[in-house]
């Protein structure tokens, strides 16, 4: 599309083909039928006249050239100098540090606020980490909206698995799906029995993971869309005022970089400053509640994501021994170990499916 649009807008180049192509139409028929009495003065003269035309349109492309060429380097120096900005706020941005520490013994999170700021790394690490905690949470709560507590119990247990197997490996699932839905009793006003035995969260996220495959497989995106945007609507809220900014400087670098001749180009010098930890807040911030379709139309063209692993993201396991877990340190059970084959990508295709679920919930 864009090189559609780059011929269209060079308007010199068009011309000056019609104008050669009309010339050899006339001189040629002319030629033909006045071979042997041509006035050879009147056909130098007209001659002339066609490579002065000829002449006067290269001129013209010249001067077209060297406007480019002047435009180009105006759209590098506004580029860079926005970038410069960018980074410069990207590096001075701190949020109130916050640690998370899992309670093996209690299966739960001791989260402690604190009245000092993060490091820069850590400062978008700290929000990260939220987003996945927060996501897991809300993918769990998906899970009764779409499957019976049977139906799940078939998809996530596998089905060959033996009694002794189910009762050894499969014990503490089959207790975390029933949770599931006593916790949505619960959320629903309907009386539901006190659960028992903490298990461990990572168990949790092995059936969310599972959850999340199903509805991919499904084509069904709502579900994680839904919980992308409530993820971020919670997690972006207590730093609204740093992201905010942050934020609204991608967009209008993105914006204005989309206006110029080679958009894709200072795209990928764009996103090449950006940390996995800012793409996967970038990646959350397209489905918050404040974003736009404007938004996620420039991240999509963009292509920003597209280094951007599945994983990396939380809608993939890790690959061999790189297992998906909260806050990157806790590892799955041994019994719940995914082998993945490759690595799988944020795709544009992938992610326009994304986007086309929110924009269909909102119509």
């Avoid at 049977?150 to 002794?164: M, R, W």
Wanted: net charge neutral; proline share 3%; with cysteine.
């Amino acid at each position: 599309m864009s090189k559609i649009k780059k011929y269209v807008k060079d308007w010199l180049f068009w011309v000056t083909a019609i104008l050669v192509l009309i010339i050899i139409v006339i001189l040629v028929p002319y030629y033909i039928q006045n071979c042997g009495k041509i006035d050879w003065d009147e056909f130098g003269s007209l001659l002339g006249a066609i490579a002065g035309l000829i002449t006067f349109a290269g001129v013209l492309f010249t001067l077209r050239q060297n406007k480019q060429q002047s435009l180009d380097s105006e759209e590098r120096s506004v580029f860079f100098e926005l970038l410069k900005i960018f980074i410069s706020y990207r590096d001075a941005l701190r949020v109130k540090r916050v640690d998370w520490i899992y309670n093996e013994k209690q299966s739960k999170w001791i989260i402690t606020p604190y009245d000092e700021f993060c490091t820069p790394e850590k400062t978008y690490r700290q929000i990260y980490l939220e987003l996945y905690h927060t996501f897991y949470l809300e993918i769990k709560r998906s899970i009764p909206k779409n499957f019976t507590q049977k139906e799940l119990g078939k998809k996530v247990i596998p089905e060959n698995a033996t009694e002794i197997e189910r009762f050894m490996n499969w014990d503490y699932v089959t207790q975390a799906i029933e949770d599931i839905y006593l916790e949505d009793d619960w959320g629903a006003g309907r009386k539901a029995s006190v659960k028992t035995v903490p298990i461990n969260l990572n168990v949790y996220d092995y059936i969310c993971l599972r959850v999340i495959n199903l509805y991919i497989e499904q084509g069904n995106f709502n579900p994680i869309t839904e919980a992308c945007t409530k993820a971020a609507d919670h997690c972006f809220a207590p730093y609204k005022n740093q992201l905010g900014a942050y934020f609204r400087n991608a967009y209008y670098i993105l914006d204005m970089a989309s206006e110029f001749n080679s958009p894709k180009s200072y795209s990928k010098i764009f996103r090449a400053q950006l940390s996995k930890d800012e793409l996967v807040l970038l990646f959350f911030n397209s489905f918050s509640s404040l974003s736009t379709p404007k938004t996620r139309e420039l991240y999509l063209n963009a292509d920003l994501f597209n280094n951007l692993e599945l994983k990396d993201v939380r809608l993939k396991e890790g690959v061999n021994d790189e297992l998906v877990s909260r806050m990157e340190y806790m590892q799955f059970p041994s019994t719940l170990f995914q082998m993945v084959g490759k690595l799988e990508y944020v795709s544009h295709d992938f992610l326009k499916k994304l986007y086309d679920s929110i924009q269909v919930k909102n119509v």
